[in-house]
Every structure is written in C-alpha cells, then in structure tokens.
Nanobody, 125 residues
Framework: QVQLVESGGGLVQAGGSLRLSCAAS????????MGWFRQAPGKEREFVAA????????DYADSVKGRFTISRTNAKNTVYLQMNSLKPEDTAAYYC??????????????????WGQGTQVTVSS
C-alpha cells in the first residue's frame, strides 16, 4: 500500500508559478513511477506529467510542455510539479498517482494503482 499526500495548491494570477509536492509513504517509493493528473469541474481527468522510478525519463501533456516540470527526490519520497506561466485553463484539482508500469503507459490513468486526495489550483485572469 502507498499513501500519497499532495500539497502546494492555491490561488495564483495568470503568468504566475506554483510548485506542487506529493509525499509518499508505505511501500518502497523508488519502485513506482509517478504521475500528475488534473480534473476541472465538468471535465474528465486528464494526464499532466509523469516520471519514471529513476527520474531518468519524463512525459508531458502537450498543453503543459515547456511550462511544467516534473521531478522527484527518492531520498525524500517526494515528487514535484513545478508549474510556470500558469493560465486560467490550468485551473483544476491536481492529483498525484503511483504505478509500477513503465514509460509508454504513464499517460493512462488506468495504469495507476494509488492516488492522492488532490490539491486545488486556481489561476485567475
């Protein structure tokens, strides 16, 4: 079992930045690839970014490429999402998730076994 707790969400103006954190506990964090997903009201959950267990490979949704950066510190059991140049359309609840699948499967939410409770990000125009 893996427990995930997100933090770092909040209200920010368009063009601003936020850094989300996801702290993991339970089974060995290093065994898991990690992903960030988001869900806006009335919309389906969508993939944002993912990182392999070693941190050597990452994947991003086209909508966030060049603006968001995913990273992890295995010694701290934590994964991060640095979000720059935020836009109002980035407003959503952001969730981190853990999977033992590898690159190529990380953009599919069905491959993830564990999910956090989410943190709200609101970008004002």
């Amino acid at each position: 079992q893996v427990q995930l707790v997100e933090s770092g969400g909040g209200l920010v103006q368009a063009g601003g930045s936020l850094r989300l954190s996801c702290a993991a506990s339970g089974r060995t964090f290093i065994s898991y690839a990690m992903g960030w997903f988001r869900q806006a009201p009335g919309k389906e959950r969508e993939f944002v970014a993912a990182i392999t267990w070693s941190g050597a490979s990452t994947d991003y949704a086209d909508s966030v490429k060049g603006r968001f950066t995913i990273s992890r510190t295995n010694a701290k059991n934590t994964v991060y999402l640095q979000m720059n140049s935020l836009k109002p359309e980035d407003t959503a609840a952001y969730y981190c998730a853990a999977t033992q699948y590898g690159l190529g499967y990380l953009s599919h939410d069905s491959t993830y076994d564990y999910w956090g409770q989410g943190t709200q990000v609101t970008v004002s125009s």
